[in-house]
T-cell receptor, first 113, second 118 residues
Framework: DQQVKQNSPSLSVQEGRISILNCDYT??????FLWYKKYPAEGPTFLISISSIKDKNEDGRFTVFLNKSAKHLSLHIVPSQPGDSAVYFCAASSTGTASKLTFGTGTRLQVTL | GAVVSQHPSRVICKSGTSVKIECRSL??????MFWYRQFPKKSLMLMAT?????????EQGVEKDKFLINHASLTLSTLTVTSAHPEDSSFYIC??????????????FGPGTRLTVT
């Protein structure tokens, strides 16, 4: 039972354009969402997060949008840079489960020149 | 920044043998560590939560007698895959929660260990 889904396994974007990575979840108890970036042979690194009381959080080139009614969130990267090429994981947690994270399957982003 | 290491990074073992994977927080103390498993093209699946000085809490479907977890100090947790079989071949990743941390993003992940059982 995949509670967090990333339906696009891969995405290719030109440098300078916007990258939009999507994530859907099914568990209505999730109230905190995170995006992680992962390079090959490395562990995931935290990128940005959002609490369910917000619908948008911005940090530099990265913005996460949350649509609770649709149980959908997205990560926008603008402008995209070649160094952004990596696998991006969406993760979710719920109050009461402390730091237990449920991860999506990941989307491989390729930023081309 | 906070660094978590894992050793070994890759291991190949024969079916029936046991393998130990170490997870260390290098520059901070971690009261809680997590062990994940990732199958090819799949998400990271939480296997267990390890708390220093107490027994690990395993997720549903994870055999605690097969995946032994020890968290003997604030900087080290070990995962031992006992009597390994080819279906145990996977990528194992640990994460560490900094002492006093309670927010999910305060977890720091190790680089992972690729286990291949022949």
């Amino acid at each position: 039972d995949q509670q967090v889904k990333q339906n696009s396994p891969s995405l290719s974007v030109q440098e300078g354009r916007i990258s939009i990575l999507n994530c859907d979840y099914t568990n209505s108890m999730f109230d905190y969402f995170l995006w992680y970036k992962k390079y090959p042979a490395e562990g995931p690194t935290f990128l940005i997060s959002i609490s369910s009381i917000k619908d948008k959080n911005e940090d530099g080139r990265f913005t996460v949008f949350l649509n609770k009614s649709a149980k959908h969130l997205s990560l926008h990267i603008v402008p995209s840079q070649p160094g952004d090429s990596a696998v991006y994981f969406c993760a979710a947690s719920s109050t009461g489960t402390a730091s237990k994270l449920t991860f999506g399957t990941g989307t491989r982003l390729q930023v081309t020149l | 920044g906070a660094v978590v290491s894992q050793h070994p990074s890759r291991v190949i073992c024969k079916s029936g043998t046991s393998v130990k994977i170490e997870c260390r927080s290098l520059d901070f103390q971690a009261t809680t560590m997590f062990w994940y498993r990732q199958f090819p093209k799949k998400s990271l699946m939480l296997m267990a939560t390890s708390n220093e000085g107490s027994k690990a809490t395993y997720e549903q479907g994870v055999e605690k007698d097969k995946f032994l977890i020890n968290h003997a100090s604030l900087t080290l947790s070990t995962l031992t895959v006992t009597s390994a079989h080819p279906e145990d071949s996977s990528f194992y990743i640990c994460s560490a929660l900094e002492e006093g941390g309670s927010i999910a993003y305060e977890q720091y992940f190790g680089p992972g260990t690729r286990l291949t059982v022949t």
